[in-house]
T-cell receptor, first 112, second 113 residues
Framework: QKEVEQNSGPLSVPEGAIASLNCTYSDRGSQSFFWYRQYSGKSPELIMSIYSNGDKEDGRFTAQLNKASQYVSLLIRDSQPSDSATYLCAGGIIQGAQKLVFGQGTRLTINP | NAGVMQNPRHLVRRRGQEARLRCSPMKGHSHVYWYRQLPEEGLKFMVYLQKENIIDESGMPKERFSAEFPKEGPSILRIQQVVRGDSAAYFC???????????FGPGTRLTVL
């Protein structure tokens, strides 16, 4: 069983709409979660980190964590064509320095 | 404030040769991680190091792969006797002490002929 799972997509969303990306994890003891954006041929870029249940907002991005359901999501409001990329969900066991376990990534396309 | 630096950005090796990948963490970061990304696949953890110490090497293949982070200089990921299956993008990330947030370098794309 994979430790972090994402729908590989592709997910297609019209410009200006809300894009919703989802991730589940199998290790109930996981404490820290991250969303990275990766453009084709480039390296992952950290977008959001979340450690507590609930929502965390940063600009057009909102991360949501539900530890009881072992579920993490990323919402992108007012989607722009420049948001088209692969989004990687990652989890860690603790809240300190550690290895991260990544999902396969969801490819997102924003249609103008 | 320079980010994580990796070199070379592209590396071509023939089967049986050695590959050396270098990573300099961000200023103030003392933790280095190496990940491998095969084509159309996700990132897979390989090894986590601090200066002069390997903290977690649970993702490293048992043979041909080694990593170090000396007191002075960059972290090195070394692959001996490369095979075609080693062709991948190798990313280094770094984090400050006590933080889970990892910042990635541009990667080294290894091609084995």
């Amino acid at each position: 069983q994979k430790e972090v799972e994402q729908n590989s997509g592709p997910l297609s969303v019209p410009e200006g709409a809300i894009a919703s990306l989802n991730c589940t994890y199998s290790d109930r003891g996981s404490q820290s979660f991250f969303w990275y954006r990766q453009y084709s041929g480039k390296s992952p870029e950290l977008i959001m980190s979340i450690y507590s249940n609930g929502d965390k907002e940063d600009g057009r991005f909102t991360a949501q964590l539900n530890k009881a359901s072992q579920y993490v999501s990323l919402l992108i409001r007012d989607s722009q064509p420049s948001d088209s990329a692969t989004y990687l969900c990652a989890g860690g066991i603790i809240q300190g320095a550690q290895k991260l376990v990544f999902g396969q990534g969801t490819r997102l396309t924003i249609n103008p | 404030n320079a980010g994580v630096m990796q070199n070379p950005r592209h590396l071509v090796r023939r089967r049986g040769q050695e590959a050396r990948l270098r990573c300099s963490p961000m200023k103030g970061h003392s933790h280095v991680y190496w990940y491998r990304q095969l084509p159309e696949e996700g990132l897979k953890f390989m090894v986590y190091l601090q200066k002069e110490n390997i903290i977690d090497e649970s993702g490293m293949p048992k043979e041909r792969f080694s990593a170090e982070f000396p007191k002075e200089g960059p972290s090195i990921l070394r692959i001996q006797q490369v095979v075609r299956g080693d062709s991948a993008a190798y990313f280094c990330a770094s984090s400050p002490p006590s933080s889970s947030e990892q910042f990635f370098g541009p990667g080294t794309r290894l091609t084995v002929l």
